[in-house]
């Protein structure tokens, strides 16, 4: 008698995953703080700016997915850069421990923000989820480090 093969065997990994071409577009959505934003392809535009719930993109009508993924993540890495900075300035603020160096983080797996000595890593997805949600992150992480004296730095100075 011949052994069936598990359905589940025949699954494609990939099948759920949308076509760069259909995620990647004029009129596309990405999240940014919990919440849905719609990408346009603006070329009176010269920098990407946020109104409202629209991320315009100062690239033409035929610009590749590519060219599109890319504007709208160094958009978000920016704001990340400056949004988890910013809370992470509160949390230390508030708690009294020094400055931690604060790195944005690339990788596909892992946590959203890591203790590695004195600093913090985040990673620049975190931008995606609700504020407070990012606020928990950073302050849960930030109660954690070693309370050691160190002088001011540049909270982001690996990016200067």
């Known amino acids: 008698m011949k052994k069936l093969r598990p359905p589940q065997l025949d699954l494609r990994f990939d099948a759920g995953l949308p076509d ?16 849905s934003i719609r990408l346009q392809l603006d070329t009176d535009r010269r920098a990407a700016i946020l109104e409202g719930d629209t991320l315009h993109l100062p690239l033409p009508p035929e610009a ?6 890319d504007a709208a993540e160094a958009w978000l890495r920016k704001e990340a850069q400056q949004l988890l900075g910013a809370a992470a ?18 990788a596909s797996r892992g946590s959203w923000v890591e ?35 160190q002088p001011a730095q540049d909270l982001f100075g690996a990016f200067a």
């Open 20 to 35: 760069a071409a259909e995620r990647w577009c004029d009129g596309a959505a990405v999240t940014y703080l919990g919440r």
């Open 64 to 69: 590749s997915p590519r060219q599109i993924r």
């Open 115 to 149: 203790v590695e000595g004195s600093g913090l890593r985040c990673n620049w997805r975190l931008i995606e989820q609700p504020e407070a949600a990012i606020d928990q992150a950073l302050a849960r992480a930030i109660a954690g480090l070693a309370v050691t004296p």
């Open 89 to 106: 300035m509160r949390h230390v603020a508030r708690l009294g421990v020094s400055i931690p160096q604060l790195k944005l983080s690339f």
